[in-house]
């Protein structure tokens, strides 16, 4: 739960009390010259720093001036939802929608903030209890969508892991990094100071070797969550977390207690049944210094003519299929090979002819494939006739597969019943060659048939206003029918509020498994990811 005071919390279940909102718009994205964390000197004016709050916690927006724009606001709603198997990337949305009958939300009109009627302004979005409020949203607006007849502006936001979408990263490979190393490597390379992100540790050993090329961030983020069957997400404060498979079988502190004296509807449905789980990995390793790759003989691609400049590809490829070169030795001009990278040029494309007098220009290694460009100086035709290619290689060095399965859930409800029809389903396949041992693709199958093996208890609150519970919070549920309380953790909410609108919120939770998480020091080594109590 967010950090609140005694007297917020003491509001949530008065019986008498004003609930208040606050939607603030970044509009010009302004810098505020009094907050006292903003680096100006280090810092640009558009750059998307996110800095200190004024609490414990760090927000996307203190270096923003904003304007509040709650007055205008008809309505808006807060929604966030982890998937079924509580792991991978969340992101949170927002709608808003803004009463424009004034026309101040035209783009162009308005003096002020008229050319700043676009997407990628930031926002946030507070509630509480007579004046005392907490963020409940931090993000970015998308392109926002004017309605000339019902006279409204509708914004749609998102936060964080959206704007990650887009970026993409600059870092070399990672070789022989943990999980949490290469996400606090990534967040830092776009701007997040440690400060602003939370990493639980890796649950596996070292990842051998991971390209950053030609990814989004958010994609690197979901393949290291999917390894680790951890969860990210960006909290209500801004704050970017990443928790391990063990955080959520971890005991909390309850954060709320419900029951009907505090519900407006209540629904009871399970999770799905999962009692037959498959991973398979081909993980990279590092490997010694050796020949990557070779060509024998010319052809009519490598055919060169006098004063003219060509571009070979190399393909890195063996027996398994692609793999990638950590490093490459620079090619030089030689006759025969030496146990180095070297290339020759001749007349003819067997080799014959003669020598031509061909310079390697420049190069570049891509990762699976490497690019040379050979200029030919001489004044007749020729070939690029002999390439050889040495260096260190990131090669698959094996292929695993590890299957988990309850025999007794599969006994009771065959292979991973349809949640539709109940008949038995495919087996659940995570391929993902970040995972890197045996032991991990183990543990991370029998975590979740243990985990799923039996229907886990689900609830759909529509409960009274209790604006500081997050993703993964405890909360206890008392059900009269079922004469029984139930310890829950939230994997969904929505919240909804607005002028003159009444202020709601629906959650999902889920029972907590009464299991024990794997511990590194503590359970055997190859005992499984949860261990029964």
């Given at each position: 739960m967010q950090a609140v005071s005694a007297n917020f919390i003491s509001k949530v279940d008065a019986p008498h009390k004003q609930t208040d909102f606050a939607v603030m718009l970044g509009w010009s994205k302004q810098i505020n010259p009094t907050t006292r964390f903003f680096n100006l000197d280090s810092s640009a004016l558009d750059g998307g720093d996110f800095l200190k709050g004024s609490g414990d916690v760090v927000t996307f927006f203190d270096k923003y001036v904003y304007t509040d724009?709650?007055?205008?606001v008809k309505n808006f709603k807060i929604s966030k939802k982890v998937s079924s198997y509580s792991w991978g990337v969340v992101t949170a949305q927002a709608t808003i929608t803004l009463n424009n009958t004034t026309g101040r939300f035209l783009p162009?009109?308005?003096?002020?903030?008229?050319?700043?009627?676009?997407?990628?302004?930031?926002?946030?979005?507070?509630?509480?209890?007579?004046?005392?409020?907490?963020?409940?949203?931090?993000?970015f607006v998308g392109t926002p969508t004017v309605n000339i007849v019902e006279q409204t502006v509708e914004l749609t936001a998102f936060d964080a892991i959206t704007y990650l979408d887009t970026k993409y990263s600059n870092l070399p490979a990672f070789v022989g990094k943990f999980a949490h190393e290469i996400v606090r490597d990534l967040l830092i390379e776009q701007g997040f100071s440690v400060n602003q992100f939370e990493i639980d540790r890796s649950q596996q050993v070292a990842?051998?070797?991971?390209?950053?090329?030609?990814?989004?961030?958010?994609?690197?983020?979901?393949?290291?969550?999917?390894?680790?069957?951890?969860?990210?997400?960006?909290?209500?404060?801004?704050?970017?977390?990443?928790?391990?498979?063990?955080?959520?079988?971890?005991?909390?502190?309850?954060?709320?207690?419900?029951?009907?004296s505090n519900l407006t509807n209540l629904q009871i449905k399970s999770t799905p049944v999962i009692n037959s789980a498959q991973v398979v990995a081909k993980p990279f390793k590092v490997q010694a210094f050796q020949k990557l790759w070779e060509l024998e003989q010319g052809s009519e691609q490598t055919k060169i003519r006098a004063g003219k400049t060509i571009d070979i590809f190399a393909e890195f490829?063996?027996?398994?299929g692609d793999f990638y070169v950590v490093s490459v030795d620079r090619p030089v001009h030689a006759s025969s090979n030496s146990g180095t990278s070297m290339y020759s040029g001749t007349k003819n494309s067997d080799g014959g002819g003669g020598a031509i007098n061909v310079q390697l220009v420049s190069v570049y290694n891509f990762g699976s494939t490497y690019k040379m460009?050979?200029?030919?100086?001489?004044?007749?035709?020729?070939?690029?006739?002999?390439?050889?290619?040495?260096?260190?290689?990131?090669?698959?060095?094996?292929?695993?597969?590890?299957n988990a399965v309850s025999e007794p859930s599969i006994e009771q409800?065959?292979?991973?019943?349809?949640?539709?029809?109940?008949?038995?389903?495919?087996?659940?396949?995570?391929?993902?060659?970040?995972?890197?041992?045996?032991?991990?693709?183990?543990a991370i199958a029998n975590n979740i048939v243990t985990l799923y093996s039996k229907p886990n208890r689900q609830f759909k609150l529509d409960n009274f206003f209790v604006p500081y519970l997050q993703i993964g919070d405890t909360v206890d549920l008392q059900i009269d029918e079922l004469a029984d309380s139930f310890s829950c953790f939230i994997t969904s909410y929505e919240l909804a509020g607005g002028v003159n609108a009444?202020?709601?919120?629906?959650?999902?939770?889920?029972?907590?498994?009464?299991?024990s998480a794997f511990e590194l020091d503590k359970s055997t080594l190859d005992g499984g990811d949860v261990l029964a109590n």
């Open positions: 724009e709650s007055r205008y162009e009109k308005d003096p002020v903030i008229g050319k700043f009627i676009k997407a990628g302004r930031p926002i946030k979005i507070l509630t509480g209890y007579d004046g005392e409020m907490i963020t409940n949203f931090v993000g990842i051998g070797y991971l390209s950053p090329k030609d990814k989004s961030v958010t994609d690197l983020l979901k393949e290291l969550a999917e390894a680790e069957a951890a969860l990210v997400f960006v909290d209500e404060q801004g704050i970017i977390r990443f928790w391990n498979r063990t955080h959520l079988a971890k005991t909390q502190q309850t954060a709320h207690m419900f029951s009907y490829q063996d027996s398994v460009t050979f200029r030919n100086n001489s004044s007749v035709d020729g070939y690029v006739n002999r390439i050889q290619l040495w260096g260190v290689p990131a090669k698959v060095t094996q292929v695993i597969t590890e409800y065959g292979v991973n019943p349809d949640t539709s029809t109940g008949f038995g389903a495919e087996v659940l396949k995570i391929e993902n060659n970040l995972v890197q041992d045996v032991g991990g693709a183990r009444n202020f709601r919120q629906s959650l999902e939770v889920e029972e907590r498994p009464k299991i």
